[in-house]
Structure formats: structure tokens, C-alpha cells
């Protein structure tokens, strides 16, 4: 899965979600990267359930911190 962003939001949000570790790492593991203002996050699970419910809540973070950086990302920096 991938979202492109500037080099700088995607730093920001990719902070934002690297402090949410997995609850099952035995049974879900996720991998995150930032090049070139792109966010990457691989999953591996052992079950599609367990992906389905770390996937759903890696969108519902990335929704936030997206919605939160356009309503405040350029306040912020003013």
C-alpha cells in the first residue's frame, strides 16, 4: 500500500503511525518507508482476519493524520 505526499507529510504522518505497533506482531507484521515523499507499509499475516484488522486501523490513523495535516498543516507552519 502506498499514498504519495510531499517528502515532508509523509515524515509526519509516518511518525504518527510508527508509534501504533501491531498488537499481534506474531500474527501481523508491517513494515513502513518514506522515499521521495511516498509512504509505503508492506503487511505479512498468518490470516486474512488479522490483516483485515491491522489494515482497517493503519487506514482509520492515515484518514486522521491526513484530515489533521490539511486543516492545520499550513496554520502550523505560518
Do not use: C, W
Not at 32 to 43: A, P, R, Y
Request: glycine share 4%; hydrophobic share 45%.
Amino acid at each position: 500500500m502506498g499514498i504519495q505526499l510531499s517528502q515532508e507529510n509523509a515524515s509526519i504522518v509516518y511518525a504518527a503511525l510508527a508509534v501504533d505497533k501491531e498488537l499481534q506482531p506474531d500474527k501481523v507484521q508491517r513494515q513502513m518507508t518514506v522515499s521521495d515523499g511516498k509512504l509505503s507499509v508492506h503487511f505479512e499475516a498468518v490470516e486474512a482476519r488479522f490483516l483485515r484488522a491491522s489494515l482497517s486501523a493503519l487506514v482509520d490513523v492515515l484518514t486522521l493524520a491526513t484530515k489533521t495535516l490539511e486543516e492545520f498543516g499550513q496554520k502550523m507552519a505560518s
